[in-house]
């Protein structure tokens, strides 16, 4: 079945350091991606995504590029704040549009 | 536009105790999606309606979670009885259609937190 791998947390940076989350997927065919975003003590918000091979979604300050030969869909952000502090999750919907499957989350703390 | 409401934000029950969320999603979403979230894990689908039938509820626990959605607006989630392992945030959401294409945004409600003791 289609699964979403991230890198393990926490990530802990220092204000204006540049910020990569690795995400990996395996699924069939053509999925579309996604990030969420989980600030402390809310709900999930979709930060960005991509619905098909070398899009790239942006949002914030955040991007990131689907790469089909890679099945990569990296989170990248040139200058991290304090409030970007939170839970990110890489996901996917399947081809058929019918099932969003989550990676595990990485927690990102970003220090002043 | 208001987003997905769910209720109660927090639950301590006993084990073996019955628990039930309400969850009404974006007016015109015809998906609704029920999420259990672990601590440190990410959102696992426990189970999606469309209107009001179940699309998938592979990954529900039939022996002990039931769900509905009557006439395709609100929808509940039951646990009974409730087992320590059920300790979670509960999350619902709601997308627009399943249909109408690919890469459809799914809006979530802000949970609702289960302590089973």
């Known amino acids: 079945g289609d699964s979403v791998t991230q890198m393990e947390g926490p990530v802990t940076l220092s204000e204006e350091a540049f910020l990569t989350i690795n995400c990996t997927y395996t699924?069939?065919?053509?999925?579309?991606l996604f990030w969420y975003v989980q600030y402390p003590g809310e709900g999930l918000q979709l930060l960005l995504k991509?619905?098909?091979?070398?899009d790239k979604g942006s949002n914030k300050g955040f991007e990131a590029t689907y790469r089909k030969e890679t099945t990569s869909f990296h989170l990248e952000k040139g200058s991290v704040q304090v409030s970007d502090s939170a839970v990110y999750f890489c996901?996917?919907?399947?081809?058929?549009?019918?099932?969003?499957?989550f990676g595990g989350g990485t927690r990102l703390m970003v220090k002043p | 536009e208001a987003g997905v409401a769910q209720s109660p934000r927090y639950k301590i029950i006993e084990k073996r105790q019955s628990v039930a969320f309400w969850c009404n999603p974006i007016?015109?979403?015809?998906?609704l999606y029920w999420y259990q979230q672990i601590l440190g894990q990410g959102p696992k689908l426990l189970i999606q309606f469309q209107n009001n039938g179940v699309v998938d509820d592979s990954q529900l626990p039939k022996d002990r979670f039931s769900a509905e959605r009557l006439k395709g607006v609100d929808s509940t989630l039951k646990i009974q009885p409730a087992k320590l392992e059920d300790s979670a945030v509960y999350l619902c959401?709601?997308?627009?259609?399943?249909?109408?294409?690919?890469?459809?945004?799914?809006?979530f409600g802000q949970g609702t937190r289960l302590t089973v003791v």
């Open positions: 996901a996917l919907l399947n081809n058929a549009g019918n099932m969003l499957t």
């Open positions: 991509a619905t098909k091979a070398d």
């Open positions: 007016s015109g979403h015809a998906t």
């Open positions: 959401a709601s997308s627009f259609n399943r249909d109408r294409g690919r890469g459809l945004e799914a809006f």
């Open positions: 699924a069939t065919g053509y999925p579309s």
